[in-house]
């Protein structure tokens, strides 16, 4: 088994406090891309659920032990997905939550992050920030700090997935995994090594938002000043020296794409699938995309992670985006 901070034995615990709603997702294989893809597509589909992401697998995971302990009160920061999750698993089990976003986050998600009954506060700068807002609040107050990624709950319940991927028929060649904070990768990269290790698990990150690709090549935590993507929710530029060290464990490789493949990405989920994604869920169409010879003849899953997606952004992305026809 792999040495990494995951444990496949509490993943499997996992599934038993996740609400059902939030497990054993859609996965299917997608005939209408593969034209214009040149492989076999499967879709793991991770936004069929009330968070429209796959965040609430490790926020239920968090919220039922916070619950158990007789703890009430919560921070995060996030992008938005997370800030959604952690309050809808909160609600249900008599948590405060409170989630710190930047005043930049699409504001779909921070409208849906309040009325799921959250305290939201707003910060200047981006995700990173947040990150700095939210470990201060608690210190100051004392209560618990859920870091997306850091805390093992968010991996080993995106793990999960991981779960209901392995021992599918047909078997697959490769999985794409949306690279951000590293949750969803280390998670899902771990149950893929550990029981069906033939599988390629390669990780996609924007050319806008590197640190975590770049800090896989080199074997070292490698920060950036800025990041440039539409791709929010994989949007940071700190990566965890303890998610790096786990991802080093599991990930085969590392990709970077640029916006217009992402772009596309989406286009093509619209047309051919009828999906509605945020970007971040095109990453793994979209490595297809700019590497198409790679994949080619192969069985290729990608995990549609999230489409909580500003609609007029949404509307001016697509319109933009080239026709793919099959």
């Known amino acids: 088994m792999l040495e990494t901070r995951l444990d496949t034995a509490r993943i499997r615990a996992a599934r038993q406090v996740i609400d059902p709603v939030f497990l054993d997702t859609p996965l299917y294989r997608c005939e209408a891309l593969e034209p214009d893809l040149g492989c076999s597509v499967s879709i793991k589909l991770e936004t069929a659920n009330p968070v429209r992401s796959f965040k609430a697998r490790g926020t239920e995971v968090a919220a039922s032990l916070l619950a158990d302990s007789g703890s009430r009160d919560v921070v995060c920061a996030s992008a938005g997905n997370l800030g959604q999750a952690l309050a809808w698993s909160g609600r249900g089990r008599g948590l405060e939550v409170t989630v710190v976003a930047s005043r930049s986050a699409p504001a779909t998600k921070l409208d849906r992050i309040r009325a799921l ?8 700068g981006d ?19 859920l870091e997306d990624s850091l805390d093992i709950e968010t991996c080993e319940g995106a793990a999960t997935i991981g779960l209901e991927l392995v021992g599918t028929v047909p078997s697959f060649d490769a999985v794409l995994i949306a690279l951000g904070g590293g949750a969803l990768a280390t998670g899902v990269g771990h149950v893929v090594k550990a029981m069906a290790p033939e599988v390629d698990v390669i990780c996609i990150q924007p050319l806008g938002a590197p640190a975590l690709t770049h800090s896989w090549r080199q074997r070292r935590v490698v920060t950036t000043d ?10 940071g530029r700190r990566p965890i020296p303890a998610v790096l060290d786990d991802l080093l ?7 970077l794409v640029q916006e217009a493949s992402i772009i596309a990405g989406m286009r093509m989920l619209l047309d051919h699938v009828g999906l509605v994604v945020e970007p971040s869920a095109a990453l793994g169409i979209a490595a297809i995309l700019e590497d198409r010879d790679r994949f080619a003849g192969r069985h290729v899953v990608t995990i549609v992670c999230g489409s909580n997606v500003d609609v007029d952004a949404y509307h001016r992305w697509i319109g933009a985006a080239p026709l793919h026809r099959s």
Not at 226 to 235: E, K, L, P, R
């Open 117 to 124: 009954g959250a305290r939201l506060e707003l910060v200047d």
């Open 127 to 145: 995700h990173e920030m947040a990150r700095e807002r939210a470990a201060a609040i608690a210190r100051y107050d004392g209560i618990r700090l």
């Open 226 to 235: 800025s990041t440039n993507t539409i791709a929010d929710g994989v949007a």
């Open 249 to 255: 464990l599991v990930a085969d490789d590392a990709v």
